[in-house]
């Protein structure tokens, strides 16, 4: 069966930085592309960033660009977030998820169309 586990999350002050990993089974590495989303206590699950699984196109939401750095390992069959210059407006739990359609804005954008989900890791950003 297809699952997704995240990891990485945790507290971290304004302006530090980590690393989250999605972990993925049950699937080849090329078969779905791959989004980051979170979601915020009250507020609507957003989409972050997505990978594709055939040449590695990558899309970001405005609020991380130049911030955050999706990227893939095939072999491990995972995708990482980076993310660096933490503020505390990133802290949400983050979600790995896996669709089979293609990586892009309108990808970030419908979250709902995600076929697999993770359960999610905590991100804390705060002094």
């Known amino acids: 069966q297809v699952q997704l586990v995240e990891s990485g999350g945790g507290l971290v002050q304004p302006g530090g930085s980590l690393r989250l990993s999605c972990a993925g089974s049950?699937?080849?590495?090329?078969?779905?592309?791959i989004g980051w989303f979170r979601q915020a206590p009250g507020k609507e699950r957003e989409g972050v960033s997505c990978?594709?699984?055939?040449?590695?196109?990558?899309d970001y939401t405005d609020s991380v660009k130049g911030r955050f750095t999706i990227s893939r390992d095939n072999a491990k069959n995972t995708v990482n977030l980076q993310m660096n210059g933490l503020k505390p407006e990133d802290t949400a739990v983050y979600y790995c998820?896996?669709?089979?359609?293609?990586?892009?804005?309108?990808?970030?954008?419908?979250?709902?169309?995600?076929?697999?989900w993770g359960k999610g890791t905590l991100v804390t950003v705060s002094s």
């Open positions: 998820a896996a669709s089979s359609l293609r990586c892009s804005l309108s990808y970030l954008h419908n979250y709902y169309a995600m076929d697999h």
């Open positions: 049950g699937f080849t590495p090329d078969y779905y592309d």
């Open positions: 990978i594709s699984s055939e040449d590695g196109t990558t």
